[in-house]
């Protein structure tokens, strides 16, 4: 199964802050990688696929970047409601595998 | 609006079976690939299971395979999750997901609890 791996495990950044999550593919997935955030207790939320399509209604101050192994998750402008543990998913291959998590902090 | 509502988590005792289901409402659920996806406590999410539109093309998580079965029904719009020999490391919050470019719509969940 292809692991993914992400960095950092956890950072805290204050508002109007520009953030950057990596994710790394253990072998390439092309551009099959999609970012997830999600809040305590709520469903994850789809906010980028194929790397670095943003899905509707998500706001312009998410971007993502990458191919093939190593991927980015870029929010420009860190807004409050912002904190919440962001997950990257590599849909090119079966088992389908999420990576551990980033969790973000709002000072 | 588009939907996705999962239901039949509970608690059960390792070794026995639990049905859940995932009905759709509000886009045409046979053109979508469907997808179940859990969640261990304090744990990031898991992809257990694909099913594509017409169930040609079904796939399980290596630790899920034998034990869990997906199915879906086009014409009731819905989807399920057969499991059986359940383990207490299959507790966790169990998703269904719309499969859309990725991941794009899912459930607010139902909790499955293997405990004696």
């Known amino acids: 199964a292809i692991q993914m791996t992400q960095s950092p495990s956890s950072l805290s950044a204050s508002v109007g802050d520009r953030v950057t999550v990596t994710c790394r593919a253990s072998?390439?997935?092309?551009?099959?990688l999609g970012w997830f955030q999600q809040l305590p207790g709520k469903a994850p939320k789809l906010l980028i696929y194929a790397a670095s399509s943003l899905q509707d209604g998500v706001p312009s101050r998410f971007s993502g970047s990458g191919y093939d192994t190593d991927f980015t998750l870029t929010i420009t402008s860190l807004q409050p409601e912002d904190s919440a543990t962001y997950y990257c998913l590599q849909n090119d291959y079966y088992p389908f595998t999420f990576g551990p998590g980033t969790k973000v902090d709002v000072k | 609006e588009e939907l996705l509502v999962e239901s039949g988590g509970g608690l059960v005792k390792p070794g026995g079976s639990l049905r859940l289901s995932c009905a759709a409402s509000?886009?045409?659920?046979?053109?979508?690939?469907m997808n179940w996806v859990r969640q261990a406590p304090g744990k990031g999410p898991q992809w257990v299971s694909s099913i594509s539109e017409g169930s040609d093309y079904i796939y399980y998580e290596d630790s899920v395979k034998g034990r869990f079965t997906i199915s879906r029904d086009n014409v009731e719009n819905s989807l399920s999750l057969q499991m059986k020999s359940l383990r207490p490391e299959d507790t966790g919050v169990y998703y269904c997901?719309?499969?859309?470019?990725?991941?794009?719509?899912w459930g607010q969940g139902t909790t499955v609890t293997v405990s004696s």
């Open positions: 509000g886009f045409s659920f046979s053109v979508y690939g």
């Open positions: 997901a719309r499969a859309l470019n990725i991941m794009d719509l």
């Open positions: 072998q390439g997935i092309r551009n099959n």
